[in-house]
């Protein structure tokens, strides 16, 4: 859980609990394939899934936040059931023409997904630790079930223009449908149906003058239609508390992304490789979770916000000698708001009197950090036993709340820790591993976001009376250890 800055001397403790996830997956996924001839290969395949996720929660009841409530908790439970069937064909074509290389592939995907989603709420009262104790029962609140439908017929072709000369096209139709229905019988204004259908272009151009080195330029365009859960959950006058419900709300359009890419890899001997890539992706109509900042620092709504950009460059060195291997990662991402918009943000300092706060083009989206590193080491110390060391490293990012980058909290601050690992291999099919991830024991916060804490009496207790605004972090995670046993059936030795 997020905690405020106040809270945060202690990171193994809760805000308010219970706070419980229990998700149970099952599928069953079939790939077929065929090559016809030498020219033609056929790929086929068949998915089916079921997950089911029950939630029990705990959070403050709305009304203390106007400093008037009966009961100062609500206990929440939520149960989503999916039922996901899904389906691809591929058709590859090797056939020259005119003399040259050239790969055509035509292709399609269908998926179709079933959800039943039921939330109900209790009143409570919170205990000395932040607990919960009701004797009141739970009373359903929403009862619904959505529909969604993803389709998409695809083609791509490579031409081989010289040796040294590959062009690519390819187009892609893709649509949606997301259907919503009440099954309460309270709530017939949460029935809906939203369609959202796009041809999507792409092309890349890649020129390989000596084997191992490769200069690439690529443009690409997408879509990407609204969850269930970003439609249901689209007001500001009601927001929710997500992703446990669903709420009549108005429609959001789709999200389209427009990408450009030049990079390059290049092999500077039989043991050093290096890549580098710049890119910029701009998405139209993008959306964002705008936090209400209410009683639950997870309340909030989905919103179009206009135009956003993600730019930026990734380099890598990969190598090795013998016994030894290494790679090194570098990225550097700077995604900014380019579209204005006013968000409500009542916890960032500098809100005006409404709550409201000002977002400008070029402010950073929160929670992307601008600078990620990775260093991974990897020795083979004996004939069957491995060792390798990670380090991972991210620069800071700003708090959800703080889109204008403005709250005198500042942004999350950056981190780094090292993880462990080891194998070794036994003769015929086992293997024993180990990993330990933050070595270290660093304590750091992977996220942030801004809230109001109603826990500010003695010992954290709650108190509705001296609420104050604060930054809310999540502590990363502590050192932690596995070791176990492996086996794999005709593993190559």
Same mark, same amino acid.
């Given at each position: 859980q997020a905690l405020p800055l106040s809270m945060l001397g202690s990171p193994r403790q809760a805000y308010t609990w219970p706070d419980e996830t229990e998700n149970r997956l099952g599928g069953v996924n079939l790939r077929a394939s065929r090559a016809i001839d030498e020219l033609n290969l056929v790929f086929a395949n068949l998915y089916y899934r079921e997950t089911k996720t029950s939630v029990s929660n705990s959070n403050v009841n709305d009304d203390c936040a106007t400093g008037s409530c009966t009961f100062a908790a609500v206990n929440n439970r939520s149960t989503i059931d999916q039922d996901r069937l899904g389906a691809s064909l591929q058709y590859t074509r090797l056939a020259p023409i005119g003399g040259r290389k050239n790969q055509l592939t035509i292709g399609g995907n269908l998926d179709s997904a079933h959800t039943q989603f039921t939330g109900e709420s209790q009143p409570a009262d919170f205990t000395a630790d932040r607990g919960t104790a009701s004797s009141e029962p739970f009373e359903l609140d929403t009862a619904a079930r959505a529909r969604q439908e993803l389709y998409s017929l695809y083609v791509q072709n490579v031409l081989s223009v010289t040796d040294a000369w590959n062009v690519t096209l390819a187009a892609s139709a893709n649509g949606a449908r997301v259907r919503i229905e009440d099954t309460s019988g309270t709530q017939p204004e949460l029935n809906g149906e939203h369609s959202f259908f796009r041809v999507n272009p792409a092309a890349g151009v890649a020129w390989s003058p000596r084997?191992?080195? +490769?200069?690439?330029?690529?443009?690409?365009?997408?879509?990407r239609a609204p969850t269930p859960v970003e439609l249901t959950c689209a007001d500001p006058a009601a927001p929710c508390r997500l992703p446990n419900i669903f709420l009549a709300d108005p429609p959001l359009k789709k999200v389209v992304s427009r990408t450009i890419e030049l990079g390059l890899r290049h092999a500077v001997s039989a043991s050093l490789r /290096?890549?580098?890539? /710049?890119?910029?992706?701009?998405?139209?109509?993008? =959306?964002?979770? =705008?936090?209400?900042?209410?009683t639950a620092i997870n309340a909030g709504f989905f919103q179009n916000v206009g135009d956003t950009?993600?730019? #930026?460059?990734?380099?890598?060195?990969?190598?090795? +000698? #013998?016994?030894v291997r290494f790679a090194v990662r570098y990225a550097r991402v700077n995604?900014?708001?380019?579209?204005?918009?006013?968000?409500?943000?009542?916890?960032?300092?500098?809100?005006?009197?409404a709550g409201d706060i000002r977002v400008e083009p070029g402010d950073r989206i929160p929670g992307i950090p601008r600078d990620a590193l990775k260093l991974r080491g990897e020795l083979d110390a004996f004939e069957r036993a491995s060792f390798g060391a990670t380090l991972l490293a991210f620069s800071s990012q700003y708090a959800r709340g703080d889109e204008n980058n403005q709250d005198r909290n500042g942004p999350v601050p950056g981190y780094a820790f090292v993880n462990l690992d080891a194998r070794w291999r036994f003769p015929g099919d086992w293997e024993l591993f180990a990993t330990v991830t933050n070595l270290f024991d660093r304590t750091y916060a992977s996220f942030g976001v801004l809230g109001a804490n109603f826990f500010t009496g003695p010992g954290n207790s709650f108190d509705a009376a001296s609420v104050q605004s604060e930054q809310f972090r999540t502590p990363g995670l502590p050192r932690a250890a596995w070791v176990g046993l492996r086996y794999e059936s005709g593993r190559k030795k």
């Open positions: 084997r191992g080195d +490769t200069w690439y330029a690529n443009y690409s365009e997408g879509m /290096v890549s580098a890539a /710049v890119f910029r992706t701009d998405l139209s109509d993008d =959306i964002q979770f =705008i936090s209400t900042s209410g950009r993600r730019q #930026g460059l990734e380099l890598a060195l990969e190598g090795g +000698t #013998g016994r995604a900014t708001f380019e579209s204005p918009f006013t968000a409500f943000s009542p916890n960032n300092s500098s809100a005006d009197a």
